[in-house]
């Protein structure tokens, strides 16, 4: 079987409860004998409290039988033949090889570990937002849909190798590296521009076409833009140690943002040139601890002949400040790219053709929540200038600002209004944050506390402005502002029933000409106890 992503804890919960198919539990069983780290956290699930434990086992005869088939009975998908054995375990799911009757093309069908109807709205919502996504270097999402109430998820299959199984092979020549991690970046930078952060990025999230050239996967914990009730999935920490960057590991979710994925190509970058990342420790605990408070070395004191220059790179992708690491991706590919132009001592890298190359390879997704397939593209290779095989380290930079957050392109709603969800604000101040479990701003308890999303316009358009907000709190009498395209309102924020009950308010009238806007929210002093929990600004067309 093939080799897999660690599973998440539903998986391993349905591991433990038998409720995942005998290949399927093989496969978990077979990655548990190498991965130390899954088979710690198996254990610890294990020792949950009986009563949790009671609870799974009660359902888990219900759930038998439906999208995860008994042995030997397969999976019935119309207008697909399903191969009965799974092609391996993705982090919430299992995926299987299958054929399109009519199109008699292969496929991956990837089952998700779960059937509530949150799941399955979630995944939709998702879907939609990965499949925005075009560019060479990001593979793309078929269809979705639903079989006994799990939903599911039809992908190009790949049966290439990912750069996991590449980096096995031990370190990589420095400027394979730089070109791989440089297609990477500008694939990156293009999903911030849409709005969307990885958030996971790691070599086994990244699947190589025969020619060797690199496709980003597995969107499945992604911040992003169009959702404003989930920001990846249940419990407070997103990604995987040793990739995470320091931000990510309290899972304060205002914090992260496109910096996170930088520090994750940082790794990756480190990884290829040394051999193994920047942090390693026995227990995830302590990784984490390393990530948080220990500076790494740079990859040349584990592999001496790493030129200074990728030395220099990697560390600045690497600083524990996200405001101190490249301004964006598009600057680390910038970079990478003048350390191509200068080097001239090797070969250009293998996964670079010399022509344009049809990218037709197929790939089977088996990391992760995987919402994505490629189409076919072409690729030239950069002109290489001559110069010394080391240059010299660029100097520090000084503190910076933080970078401005993406700009955003809305898509309009089924009522052809905007909505500028709580997880695409940009957040500042002592107390303000996103959470995550219920989709808002809480915790606005600060009057220095901001929220703030810019977003182009195509046309120039009037509209009425309204937000969305629960607030226990009415009979404060707590006043805010909202600041747009040098106009100003003020309004009284009002009460609801409950933090839970969450009403439309409207605020005014403006006419915003076509271009990049930045609107912010904010209390107006003084502010008594907290403001609301804001769940989307509302942008209707008059």
Same mark, same amino acid.
């Given at each position: 079987?093939?080799?897999?992503?660690?599973? &998440?804890?539903?998986?391993?919960?349905?591991?433990?409860?038998?409720?995942?198919?005998?290949?399927?539990?093989? $496969?978990?069983?077979?990655?548990?004998?190498?991965?130390?780290?899954?088979?710690?956290?198996?254990? #610890?699930?294990?020792?949950?409290?009986?009563?949790?434990?009671?609870?799974?086992?009660?359902?888990?005869?219900?759930?038998?039988? /439906?999208?995860?088939? $008994?042995?030997?009975?397969?999976?019935?998908?119309?207008?697909?033949?399903?191969?009965? %054995?799974?092609?391996?375990?993705?982090?919430?799911?299992?995926?299987?090889?299958?054929?399109?009757?009519?199109?008699?093309?292969?496929?991956?069908?990837?089952?998700?570990?779960? @059937? %509530? =109807?949150?799941? !399955?709205?979630?995944?939709?919502? =998702?879907?939609?937002?990965?499949?925005?996504?075009?560019?060479?270097?990001?593979?793309?999402?078929?269809?979705?849909?639903?079989?006994?109430?799990?939903?599911?998820?039809?992908?190009?299959?790949?049966?290439?190798?990912?750069?996991?199984?590449?980096?096995?092979?031990?370190? %990589?020549?420095?400027?394979?590296?730089?070109?791989?991690?440089?297609?990477?970046?500008?694939?990156?930078?293009?999903?911030?521009?849409?709005?969307?952060?990885?958030?996971?990025? @790691?070599?086994?999230?990244?699947?190589?076409?025969?020619?060797?050239?690199? @496709?980003?996967?597995?969107?499945?914990?992604?911040?992003?833009?169009?959702?404003?009730?989930?920001?990846?999935?249940?419990?407070? *920490?997103?990604?995987?140690?040793?990739?995470?960057?320091?931000?990510?590991?309290?899972?304060?979710?205002?914090?992260?943002?496109?910096?996170?994925?930088?520090?994750?190509?940082?790794?990756?970058?480190?990884?290829?040139?040394?051999?193994?990342?920047?942090?390693?420790?026995?227990?995830?605990?302590?990784?984490?601890?390393?990530?948080?408070?220990?500076?790494?070395?740079?990859?040349?004191?584990?592999?001496?002949?790493?030129?200074?220059?990728?030395?220099?790179?990697? +560390?600045?992708?690497?600083?524990?400040?996200?405001?101190?690491?490249?301004?964006?991706?598009?600057?680390?590919? /910038?970079? +990478?790219?003048?350390?191509?132009?200068?080097? %001239?001592?090797? #070969?250009?890298?293998?996964?670079?053709?010399?022509?344009?190359?049809?990218? &037709?390879?197929?790939?089977?997704?088996?990391?992760?929540?995987?919402?994505? $397939?490629?189409?076919?593209?072409?690729?030239?290779?950069?002109?290489?200038?001559? !110069?010394? *095989?080391?240059?010299?380290?660029?100097?520090?930079?000084?503190?910076?600002?933080?970078?401005?957050?993406?700009?955003?392109?809305?898509?309009?709603?089924?009522?052809?209004?905007?909505?500028?969800g709580a997880a695409a604000a940009s957040v500042s101040g002592p107390?303000?944050?996103?959470?995550?479990?219920?989709?808002?701003?809480?915790?606005?308890?600060?009057?220095? /506390?901001?929220?703030?999303?810019?977003?182009?316009?195509?046309?120039?358009?009037?509209?009425?402005?309204?937000?969305?907000?629960a607030n226990e709190n009415g009979a404060a009498g707590n006043r805010? =502002?909202?600041e747009v395209a040098g106009d100003l309102f003020t309004a009284l924020?009002?009460? &609801?029933?409950?933090?839970?009950?969450?009403? @439309?308010?409207?605020?005014?009238?403006?006419?915003?000409?076509?271009?990049?806007?930045?609107? =912010?929210?904010?209390?107006?002093?003084?502010?008594?106890? $907290?403001?609301?929990?804001?769940?989307?600004?509302?942008?209707?067309?008059?």
């Amino acid at each position: 079987m093939s080799p897999i992503a660690c599973p &998440t804890d539903e998986v391993l919960t349905a591991f433990l409860l038998g409720d995942l198919p005998e290949p399927a539990i093989d $496969a978990v069983r077979e990655h548990q004998e190498v991965c130390p780290l899954c088979e710690s956290r198996t254990r #610890r699930l294990e020792d949950r409290s009986d009563r949790v434990l009671d609870e799974l086992r009660q359902t888990a005869h219900r759930m038998r039988g /439906d999208a995860f088939a $008994a042995p030997g009975a397969g999976i019935v998908l119309p207008g697909y033949d399903v191969e009965e %054995s799974p092609v391996g375990i993705g982090g919430m799911g299992v995926v299987y090889r299958a054929r399109h009757r009519e199109l008699e093309r292969v496929v991956a069908i990837k089952m998700i570990a779960g @059937k %509530s =109807e949150e799941i !399955s709205r979630l995944l939709r919502i =998702e879907a939609k937002a990965v499949a925005r996504l075009q560019h060479p270097n990001i593979v793309q999402i078929f269809d979705i849909g639903q079989n006994g109430g799990r939903p599911f998820l039809v992908l190009e299959l790949v049966e290439g190798g990912s750069l996991a199984q590449r980096i096995e092979e031990g370190p %990589s020549p420095p400027r394979w590296a730089a070109e791989l991690v440089r297609a990477l970046a500008l694939a990156v930078d293009h999903a911030h521009g849409q709005g969307i952060v990885h958030c996971d990025l @790691k070599p086994s999230n990244i699947l190589l076409t025969d020619e060797g050239v690199p @496709k980003i996967a597995d969107f499945g914990v992604a911040k992003w833009n169009e959702s404003d009730a989930f920001w990846g999935g249940d419990g407070p *920490r997103r990604g995987t140690p040793g990739y995470m960057a320091p931000e990510q590991i309290d899972g304060a979710a205002n914090r992260i943002g496109p910096p996170a994925d930088i520090y994750a190509l940082g790794v990756i970058l480190y990884e290829l040139l040394a051999g193994r990342v920047p942090h390693l420790a026995e227990t995830a605990a302590e990784t984490l601890r390393l990530v948080r408070e220990q500076a790494p070395l740079p990859p040349s004191r584990w592999r001496p002949d790493v030129p200074r220059r990728l030395d220099a790179v990697a +560390l600045k992708c690497l600083r524990k400040n996200p405001a101190r690491r490249f301004a964006d991706a598009k600057a680390l590919a /910038d970079d +990478l790219g003048r350390f191509l132009d200068e080097d %001239s001592t090797a #070969r250009p890298g293998r996964w670079i053709s010399r022509r344009p190359v049809a990218l &037709t390879a197929p790939f089977v997704l088996l990391t992760g929540l995987s919402l994505v $397939a490629f189409g076919v593209s072409t690729l030239d290779a950069p002109t290489l200038a001559p !110069s010394p *095989r080391s240059a010299p380290e660029p100097a520090p930079e000084p503190e910076s600002k933080p970078p401005e957050p993406p700009i955003l392109e809305p898509e309009l709603q089924g009522d052809g209004s905007i909505r500028l969800g709580a997880a695409a604000a940009s957040v500042s101040g002592p107390s303000l944050i996103f959470e995550h479990s219920f989709g808002n701003l809480g915790f606005w308890h600060h009057e220095d /506390d901001r929220a703030s999303w810019v977003f182009r316009l195509d046309e120039p358009a009037r509209f009425r402005l309204s937000l969305e907000y629960a607030n226990e709190n009415g009979a404060a009498g707590n006043r805010f =502002e909202i600041e747009v395209a040098g106009d100003l309102f003020t309004a009284l924020a009002i009460g &609801t029933n409950n933090w839970a009950d969450y009403w @439309k308010f409207p605020i005014g009238e403006i006419a915003l000409p076509a271009g990049v806007h930045r609107l =912010e929210v904010r209390p107006k002093p003084p502010l008594l106890g $907290a403001l609301f929990d804001l769940r989307a600004v509302i942008l209707e067309h008059l």
